[in-house]
């Protein structure tokens, strides 16, 4: 077995001294090194082959360089993979790897996987909680991060925790901002489409679109799809970045057809998921298809979508999570706002 490389030997390569490599491949600051002398030793670490000792840099900095990321839901989900981009994009480059935990507990059994024993362990350095349902982090939960100081921040929940780095997505906005922008084009009737369970976040898109139309002579009615459920696949691109495509059980889609053939030419239709305001675009092409009348011509402006910046709130939660490690003393509470999505027309 070939000798592995030490800094020893890329010192004496590079015709420096140890502690001058230590400084270059370290990168610590406050050491006055010539960038003839660093491109030197750089170029002999390459050359050489050298791989860090990250088991004695653990020893020495207590660290594991490792951050234990909690998502009870599936990377398919285009929301949760972009988010966990966000988060790799930002970590990775610091020297950080990613380790996706849950919170299950076994009975009478260590779960080593379970996000909170992956720091208690000496897995992890911290935690990033990923809500997929918007709800906080279990009270039981919380105790024990408080109790052994465990350094964490969250995507989408515990946004009134005030020391507790949060993440969050502005939901009453993803409704109040496409009403607002359909209002400007004159329209004064909408029918919004929801989900039949009750969780903070739906309630909230509810909420935004009775804000957007109160006071301003607009209606709108609430119904609620009892039978929507999204299921997905993954497929891959030329560039072979991963591409999420949705489909919509065909109960829904029969239920919004014959809604859609019901309501005047004059209403908009708003969902409360971009996959399935994508659906109700669809189908509105395809009455102003079959009709062909001067009222279904503009179809694509009865229809506005959005999304959230999910990548961006990798990138900001992981930023939090590295100052809790750290010891900066910040708390972070961002809320991230919708981007809305008029129809594209090239997609028709």
């Known amino acids: 077995m070939a000798k592995r490389a030490t800094i020893k030997d890329i010192a004496q390569d590079a015709n420096v001294s140890s502690a001058t490599v230590s400084y270059i491949l370290n990168d610590k600051p406050g050491a006055s090194i010539s960038e003839e002398t660093r491109k030197r030793v750089l170029e002999a670490a390459k050359r050489l082959h050298y791989i860090p000792n990250l088991s004695a840099k653990r020893l020495k900095t207590n660290r594991t360089n490792c951050i234990a990321v ?79 100081q465990i350094p964490f921040s969250t995507i989408d929940c515990m946004g009134q925790e005030p020391g507790v780095s949060s993440i969050l997505y502005d939901y009453f906005a993803s409704s109040y901002l496409r009403v607002n922008a359909l209002l400007k084009k004159g ?47 993954m497929m891959d691109e030329q560039d072979n970045q991963h591409l999420y495509y949705s489909s919509v059980q065909s109960e829904s889609i029969q239920y919004i057809k014959q809604l ?49 910046p999910h990548y961006d ?24 706002q919708p981007i809305l999505e008029p129809t594209d027309l090239q997609l028709f």
């Open 187 to 233: 329209y004064q009737k909408f029918i919004y489409l929801r989900p039949a369970y009750q969780i903070y976040k739906e309630d909230a898109r509810e909420q935004g679109m009775q804000a957007a139309c109160y006071g301003k002579g607009a209606t709108f009615q609430t119904h609620v799809l009892s039978h929507i459920r999204y299921e997905w696949s």
């Open 70 to 148: 909690r998502l009870s839901t599936s990377l398919m989900l285009p929301r949760y993979y972009s988010a966990f981009q966000g988060i790799r994009a930002y970590l990775e480059p610091k020297g950080y790897s990613i380790l996706v935990c849950n919170n299950k507990k076994s009975e009478g059994n260590f779960n080593p996987f379970n996000y909170i024993n992956t720091y208690l362990n000496g897995q992890s350095d911290g935690i990033l909680y990923i809500s997929s349902t918007g709800q906080d982090i279990p009270e039981e939960e919380m105790d024990l991060i408080r109790q052994h």
């Open 313 to 336: 709130a990798g990138i900001e939660a992981a930023r939090s999570l590295l100052n809790a490690i750290q010891h900066t003393g910040e708390v972070r509470k961002l809320s991230l």
């Open 260 to 308: 859609i053939a019901q309501m005047s030419a004059d209403t908009c239709i708003l969902a409360n998921a971009r996959e399935l305001q994508e659906v109700i675009a669809r189908l509105l092409y395809e009455q102003s298809l079959v009709l062909q009348t001067p009222e279904t011509e503009h179809w694509y402006d009865r229809s506005i979508s959005y999304h959230f």
